[in-house]
């Protein structure tokens, strides 16, 4: 888990003679005596640069002088999409630069006390962001769903006394070398198009959200401070040990002590010095829920950071010691076999789009409990931190997905797409390596991987991902036909999608079990790992119904979806592993033929309101839970 850029920094070195390696943590702001955050989310001023060649904004500077003052403005809420909140298909179905702009005091012992860091962080923001404070740049990010923040106390202090003017661009135009990729489309044939018209065009199946999904935080550190928090866990017999490795910026020498506490406040066990190993006797594993009484402990890790000048960092960090291993027929956690039963999720819903918001988050949470699911997937992007926190504290389990959903076109399987494919994993594990609930990566969707340029790709995506961090699997999940996969040998578990009896033989649910069989049997004896039926499902309206059982109704949804478990349950005594359904819940896409107003694969409704799988599920996962596991007290459905 301690990183190492090396073998990036070598592959970039041959591909283009530059190291770019990622500098420098991405700590979750939180409070502590000496950290302040203030959430700087809400009604933000926007405008959609409409000019034809959307360069507008960068031609006149917007950013130079309040936002209102180049142009109209609309209230645009933050965190949520832009796409859905006004009447406007033009703002719904728009492709190049919007800009926010908010103004926000800033507390004046923030700028008074020099000793302070002031640090803008946004949580994410889909796709490209520039971000000025008081019309001075600050930084650029690439990526969609991922953190980004700029140290602007020197902007602040030079402008002391006004408030303080935050303008961020963002683009969602999607290349051949962004991820996902998509490419833009000019339509040249005057008869059916007007001048100037184009297109974005995708290979994923899910709406390009746009804007800023995910809160937008001001918030203070030491000028010494805690850059990074860096913890793996292990366990012996009764003794937990958990490694760090802290690193502190901003001053030549640091005193760090690490104290660890248990969920009652006594202290376990401490150290100083920047890296360790701490020594936990009678250790309360982090367990997910369905396998113990006492499922998800996390512990809190305190570290302090003391600088020369007497000034002192405080950030804690909680922590679970769990461990996680894969055979050729297994997937342990703590030494014990687990059985995926989860969802595939999209972080989707109604008017906001993908931002971010908390009742939905808590109500997805209480329906995957509800259900009995033990595991979910961040198809096909990192989702939210706050929704791993949830994952941490409720013990389930997560498969860890970026955005390398929709690689289909061979150029974007070229050095650059790689080397910037390297750096969201860098962001990815930089972010994400100290959750418990993390266990696994998965580094793309459904690739074109029998192209003969995706062995190489995958080969450096994997062991990079690996020396990133060498305490969890990694895999990334295909569709492709598993003799002409050329990047499955390298993954440490086969994660494969099918939509048998729906793309193929469209009605025909009396095949999937021998062609599910098929596709197990094909995919072990080739690789001898073990598999994840990481997609399967059928598009349902909810309320359509038929019997015998007709494409589109809730009866075929629930009769492919037996159809699947017949052959799981065999086969989950052999090498099966897992089996995610798509998708948790309805979610909105592309306009095309295939799609009414979305994808209707969910066993909820976009709304959260059952179809007839999620009652089948239900009853499916808490019968397996009661098999495979011991069931956490309030656990009483269905058997107790
Ligand atoms: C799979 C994709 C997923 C789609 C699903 C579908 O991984 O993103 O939404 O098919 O077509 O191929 O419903």
Redesign the pocket.
Known sequence: MMGSTGAKCALLAALCGVCQALQGGMLFPTESPSREVKDVSGLWSFRADLSPERNRGFEQQWYRSPLAETGPVIDMPVPSSYNDITQDAKIRDFIGWVWYEKDVWVPARWIQDRGARIVLRVGSAHYYSVLWVNGVEMTEHEGGHLPFEADISGALRQTSGNPCRITIAVNNTLTLETLPPGTIQYMNDRSRYPAGYFVQNTN???FNYAGIHRPVLLYTTPKAHIDDISVETAFSDNIGLVSFNVSVLGCSKAAVKVTLSAQDGRCVASADGSRGVLKVTDVSLWWPYLMHENPAYLYSMEVQATAEDGQTDVYTLPVGIRTVKVTSTQFLINNKPFYFHGV?KHEDADIRGKGFDWPLVVKDFNLMKWMGVNSFRT??YPYAEEILQMADRHGIVIIDECPG?GIKDIRSFGNVSLAHHLTVMEELVRRDKNHPSVVMWSVA??PASEMPPAGFYFKELVSHTKSLDSSRPVTY?T?SNYARDQGAQYVDVICV?S?LS??HDPGHTELISLQLNTQFDDWYDKYQKPIIQS?Y?A?AVPGLHSDPPMMFTEEYQTTVLQNYHNVFDQKRKEFVIGELI??FAD?M?AQTI?RVVG?K?GIFTRQRQPKAGALLLRERYWRIANETGVLPTWARYPCQ
């Open positions: 994923f199946d899910f595939n198809s096909h959903v969707n459904e999940i569709d999608n939509y729906w793309y997609e499902g598009d798509w998708n979610f896409t295939t994808n694969k």
